[in-house]
């Protein structure tokens, strides 16, 4: 029973997974979701930007503590 249960799963995976892919591939044919992917990657764009300046901005902090003579 159990095994005719995990068949069951798998095919309802596959099928998922296979309808999952299809619905991407209309939102590409039809492009409603570029601009939601240009909006994902600029904002990552704009964290990554963010944290950089704010590891720099620590870097140069620490190096004027390590300068100043205690």
Partial sequence: ?????LDDVHKDLRWT???VAQLLTNM???KTFNPTIQ????KR???EAMVLAQ???NKT???HAHQ???
Avoid at 1 to 5: G, P, Q, S, T, Y
Avoid at 39 to 42: G, H, T
């Fill in 1 to 5: 029973w159990i095994c005719a249960r």
């Fill in 17 to 19: 997974t296979k309808n």
């Fill in 28 to 30: 590409l044919l039809r």
């Fill in 39 to 42: 909006l994902i990657l600029q």
């Fill in 45 to 47: 764009k704009e964290e």
């Fill in 55 to 57: 590891n720099k901005d």
């Fill in 61 to 63: 902090r620490t190096s």
């Fill in 68 to 70: 100043t003579p205690g």
